[in-house]
């Protein structure tokens, strides 16, 4: 049996550390926390919605900057904003 794809629905019904395990466990051993976004997406391209878009790249820059992250509060305020499934307007 194929493991299940990953969806809009399924970005947003998850938590954060569910989607990093899934992303993990689906691309191997790939260093998908280097990807440049539009791979990832390209990658993920049922993933379609912006705001679950906005999730996985959250999940993902989370995950390479966890500094930055936690201590700029620009940074911190976008990625809370997607993980809580709201469209993130990076340029504000």
């Known amino acids: 049996m ?6 809009s629905n399924l970005v947003l019904r998850s ?3 569910e989607i990093y395990r899934f992303v993990s ?3 191997g051993e790939q260093p998908w926390l280097a990807w440049e976004p539009e791979s990832l997406l390209r990658q993920f391209k049922q993933v379609s919605t912006p705001v679950a878009q906005d999730k996985l790249l959250a999940v993902q820059a ?6 930055v992250t936690a201590s700029n509060s620009w940074a911190f305020e976008k990625v809370v904003t997607a993980f809580n499934n709201n469209h993130c ?3 504000s």
């Open 2 to 7: 194929a493991p299940p794809e990953i969806t």
């Open 15 to 17: 938590t954060p550390v």
């Open 25 to 27: 466990t689906s691309v």
């Open 62 to 67: 989370a995950a390479t900057n966890t500094a």
């Open 89 to 91: 307007i990076v340029d």
